[in-house]
């Protein structure tokens, strides 16, 4: 990244990304509007203005079928070349579709943004863009029923059960789809009542059991004694399937987890990317972190493998923003973005042992100007600003070459 001329990086910093115009980053069946049934004309299944703009092919839908086209936008503002459109459909008695078209000069293709529908709503749809390059989908299918009442119906358990199919995308800037994993998701939930009051809801979800390193291993999440007034806490773990024994603990707390009680059966957090990332030739685990990524970048929780003691192990200084590692020089570079001319990097140097820090540095990218800090101990040493010049290379002012 830093040996990039400034023009190229300014050429970058000026062009906004579709994840930038994008309005409504975040979809579920629970943002839909209270009247989008009522403006369905069902005496109409379609008008000459979704048959025009959607290409209906009249001959080919089904009698249950009927479509809204909305005035609703996509981005902020157009952009050359795509037209999108979000329009919603209605079938099969209860299912209701929002779906975004995408229109391009050779090519159109639909992408379900949120769906609920089936006995008792039992299935939805949920979406996110993450970042400027990652989409997912979570497909959900939920049953439910009371499993004990006593008092006069004063107490009573409910449970239920779900199973999620979570796709992972990466998209361009054509907004052209690319599956990089579909990840599977069971879990149950008991929620205790007393004179129709929440005491206590314990979640528990487990992943299909997976090959790793040579193992078998499934992810476990735990919810327990949910309080909406604390917020929640949850544990995040990897067991060995045979033995149970954790070898990732990934415990956190309430004040980082944003979903509320009613959307855990979307949660999408067990995903993981498994990669050499510390170069020892043992495959390490990271964590996507939707809250502290924001739209600054990728931030990774990292677990390092720890073959001696056939562990994972958190590491503070390979967690971070777009992080990499440099075996060469033997350090840790990060980059995370604020806005469309700012840039901020982070190059943590190691000693040998690849575990120690020897130095820190980091540089703010201000339009033509960085600031550079250098740091032992968090202790500054060295600080200075320094206004670039047109193609100079920002490598040269970091001190281990």
Same mark, same amino acid.
């Given at each position: 990244?830093? #040996?990039?001329?400034?023009?190229?990086? @300014?050429?970058?910093?000026?062009?906004?990304?579709?994840?930038?115009?994008? $309005?409504?980053?975040? =979809?579920? #069946?629970?943002?839909?509007?209270? @009247?989008?049934?009522?403006?369905?004309?069902?005496?109409?299944?379609?008008? =000459?203005?979704?048959?025009?703009?959607?290409?209906?092919?009249?001959?080919?839908?089904?009698?249950?079928?009927?479509?809204?086209?909305?005035?609703?936008?996509?981005?902020?503002?157009?952009?050359?070349?795509?037209?999108?459109? $979000?329009?919603?459909? +209605?079938?099969?008695?209860?299912?209701?579709?929002?779906?975004?078209?995408?229109?391009?000069?050779?090519?159109?293709?639909?992408?379900?943004?949120?769906?609920? /529908?089936?006995?008792?709503?039992?299935?939805?749809?949920?979406?996110?863009?993450?970042?400027?390059?990652?989409?997912?989908?979570?497909?959900? +299918?939920?049953?439910?029923?009371?499993?004990?009442?006593?008092?006069?119906?004063?107490?009573?358990?409910?449970?239920?059960?779900?199973?999620? $199919?979570?796709?992972?995308?990466?998209?361009?800037?054509?907004?052209?789809?690319?599956?990089?994993?579909?990840?599977?998701?069971?879990?149950?939930?008991?929620?205790?009542?007393?004179?129709?009051?929440?005491?206590?809801? *314990?979640?528990?979800?487990?992943?299909?059991?997976?090959?790793?390193?040579?193992?078998?291993?499934?992810?476990?999440?735990?919810?327990?004694?949910?309080?909406?007034?604390?917020?929640?806490?949850?544990?995040?773990?990897?067991?060995? *399937?045979?033995?149970?024994?954790?070898?990732?603990?990934?415990?956190?707390? /309430?004040?980082?987890?944003?979903?509320?009680?009613?959307?855990?059966? =979307?949660?999408?957090?067990?995903?993981?990317?498994?990669?050499?990332?510390?170069?020892?030739?043992?495959?390490?685990?990271?964590?996507?972190?939707?809250?502290? @990524?924001?739209?600054?970048?990728?931030?990774?929780?990292?677990?390092?493998?720890?073959?001696?003691?056939?562990?994972?192990?958190?590491?503070?200084?390979?967690?971070?923003?777009?992080?990499?590692? =440099?075996?060469?020089?033997?350090?840790?570079?990060?980059?995370?973005?604020?806005?469309?001319?700012?840039?901020?990097?982070?190059?943590?140097?190691?000693?040998? *042992?690849?575990?120690?820090?020897?130095?820190?540095?980091?540089? +703010? +990218?201000?339009?033509?100007?960085?600031?550079?800090?250098?740091?032992?101990?968090?202790?500054?040493?060295?600080?200075?600003?320094?206004?670039?010049?047109?193609?100079?290379?920002?490598?040269?002012?970091?001190?281990?070459?």
């Amino acid at each position: 990244m830093l #040996s990039e001329s400034k023009t190229e990086i @300014s050429k970058k910093q000026f062009t906004e990304s579709i994840f930038d115009l994008i $309005i409504n980053k975040k =979809e579920s #069946s629970k943002n839909f509007p209270d @009247s989008i049934a009522y403006k369905f004309v069902f005496s109409k299944r379609f008008t =000459e203005k979704e048959i025009s703009v959607l290409n209906l092919d009249t001959t080919k839908i089904d009698l249950s079928e009927y479509y809204f086209l909305t005035n609703q936008k996509f981005l902020k503002k157009p952009i050359d070349s795509i037209l999108f459109f $979000i329009y919603f459909k +209605h079938q099969y008695g209860d299912q209701l579709e929002k779906v975004l078209r995408v229109k391009k000069q050779n090519s159109n293709f639909d992408l379900v943004l949120a769906m609920e /529908g089936g006995d008792s709503f039992s299935n939805s749809i949920s979406t996110e863009f993450i970042n400027d390059s990652t989409f997912i989908s979570t497909y959900t +299918h939920k049953v439910g029923d009371i499993i004990s009442s006593k008092n006069n119906g004063k107490e009573s358990t409910y449970e239920y059960y779900c199973d999620s $199919i979570i796709s992972k995308y990466r998209y361009d800037k054509s907004l052209d789809l690319k599956v990089l994993r579909i990840d599977t998701l069971q879990f149950s939930k008991q929620t205790f009542y007393r004179d129709n009051k929440i005491l206590w809801s *314990n979640l528990k979800a487990y992943s299909k059991p997976f090959n790793f390193q040579g193992k078998e291993y499934v992810w476990e999440y735990f919810i327990p004694n949910y309080d909406k007034s604390k917020g929640i806490s949850y544990s995040q773990n990897l067991l060995e *399937n045979s033995s149970k024994k954790v070898i990732l603990n990934g415990q956190t707390g /309430g004040e980082n987890y944003t979903e509320t009680i009613n959307n855990l059966y =979307e949660i999408n957090n067990l995903n993981a990317e498994t990669k050499d990332i510390n170069l020892d030739e043992f495959k390490d685990i990271s964590f996507y972190n939707s809250v502290k @990524s924001g739209t600054a970048g990728e931030f990774t929780d990292v677990y390092l493998f720890n073959s001696k003691e056939d562990i994972f192990e958190y590491s503070e200084i390979f967690s971070g923003y777009n992080v990499e590692y =440099e075996s060469d020089k033997n350090r840790i570079s990060s980059m995370a973005k604020s806005g469309a001319k700012e840039y901020y990097f982070r190059y943590i140097n190691l000693k040998e *042992n690849k575990k120690d820090i020897d130095f820190t540095e980091t540089i +703010h +990218h201000y339009f033509d100007t960085i600031f550079y800090k250098k740091s032992i101990n968090e202790k500054i040493i060295n600080e200075r600003k320094i206004v670039l010049k047109e193609f100079e290379n920002w490598k040269k002012y970091l001190e281990r070459k």
